[in-house]
């Protein structure tokens, strides 16, 4: 009977009191929003008799996960404690201890989490560690908000591709520059403020060379508070330039931030020998191919470094292209309280060579509208297939 109880408890049924301390444990992963990649966002609280005695979150890669900062807080209140983590503990030696042993070490008698760690160092086994040093288990407590702050992550270590952000700049009429491509400003001072925070939670920000000859944007995050909340990151920036064309004084190569400069096999082979890696402020990689890539090529060279989250900045010509692979999960667009007529260049340019161009375009579902300033940023998802 004893045997039956303790499989029960170890299954773990959700409590009461569960999802009010895993709100607490997502709000402690959130303070890390600007700062873990390519590590994932966690959060933890330990509770003891109904009361927090412990909290933590993992804040760099490289340092003390979020359980280890909770544990050390709580200290031996955490004996027979509930552990409340957003992310299934860890069961593997990487840079740091396997958390799933620092909680049964500190007595904890319970572990609550939101979502498993697909990573196949984990993927089951910090939660089968813990069942089986007697400690009771529950999972999937509020799960999906707790994936919200880790979907590149759960995809990309769970083999698949980067999950990718879109943004625009559009006028209401959905053109994003004159027909001469000037631009500057359609949006408001306010709209490109937040977009420094759309890059601060990017893993790279990408772009292409044609951008990069028009506009010699610098791609960085510039506010003082994002600096200071990314502790000590910087976004690597990623330009697509098949042909090897970034001039040696574009912004890209000024060091301010890791660049990754993509370009076709053959130009790299070419380059490497004469391009001062410190100029680019980063890594010269090779793409397959001689011209320009798929973009599904791409993320999976970007997935092979570990990168989570891209944002896209771009223009119509290569918005349009990763929008018609079907590879941008999220488009954010911008919209200013102007119109700019139809000579005006457009907000993508799609293909229209297949036999039904509207049954080939994906669905998209509204998932956010905000006004940011004067304008509306309205924040689209593309819908599964």
């Not at 909770?70 to 983590?85: F, H, N, W």
């Not at 001062?276 to 999976?300: C, D, F, Q, Y």
């Amino acid at each position: 009977m004893s045997e039956e109880i303790f499989s029960k408890a170890a299954v773990g049924a959700a409590r009461p009191e569960d999802a009010g301390f895993m709100r607490e444990a997502i709000a402690e992963a959130r303070r890390a929003l600007y700062s873990t990649a390519p590590n994932p966002r966690v959060g933890c609280v330990i509770v003891r008799d109904g009361v927090v005695v412990g909290r933590g979150f993992h804040a760099r890669a490289g340092e003390p996960h979020a359980e280890v900062f909770a544990l050390r807080e709580a200290g031996d209140a955490a004996r027979g404690a509930t552990a409340y983590v957003t992310l299934e503990p860890c069961s593997h030696h990487g840079r740091t201890p396997p958390c799933a042993d620092a909680l049964i070490a500190a007595g904890i008698a319970r572990v609550v989490y939101a979502v498993g760690d697909p990573d196949p160092r984990v993927d089951g086994r910090g939660a089968a560690k813990l069942r089986a040093a007697g400690i009771a288990v529950s999972q999937g407590v509020l799960e999906e908000a707790a994936s919200e702050l880790n979907r590149g992550f759960l995809r990309r270590a769970g083999g698949g591709l980067p999950w990718v952000r879109a943004k625009v700049g559009a006028s209401l009429d959905g053109r994003t520059a004159l027909a001469d491509g000037r631009s500057k400003w359609i949006t408001s001072a306010e709209a490109r403020a937040d977009v420094q925070r759309l890059r601060a939670e990017a893993g790279v920000v990408l772009t292409g060379i044609g951008t990069v000859l028009a506009d010699d944007p610098a791609l960085t995050v510039r506010d003082p508070a994002l600096l200071e909340a990314m502790r000590g990151r910087q976004v690597a920036r990623v330009v697509l330039d098949p042909a090897g064309r970034l001039p040696a004084n574009a912004q890209l190569r000024d060091g301010a931030a890791p660049t990754w400069w993509l370009v076709a096999e053959a130009v790299a082979s070419k380059l490497a020998p004469t391009v001062a890696i410190s100029n680019v402020g980063g890594s010269l990689l090779a793409t397959p191919g001689a011209g320009r890539p798929s973009p599904r090529a791409v993320l999976e060279l970007l997935a092979a470094h570990g990168v989570n989250d891209v944002l896209l900045e771009a223009g119509a010509t290569l918005t349009g292209a990763w929008l018609a692979a079907g590879v941008v999960d999220e488009l954010v667009v911008y919209y200013a309280p102007r119109l700019l007529g139809d000579a005006a260049r457009p907000l993508a340019l799609l293909s229209t060579d297949t036999p039904d161009p509207l049954a080939a375009t994906p669905a998209w579902c509204l998932h956010e509208a905000t006004a940011v300033g004067t304008d509306l940023r309205v924040t689209w998802r593309r819908v599964a297939n």
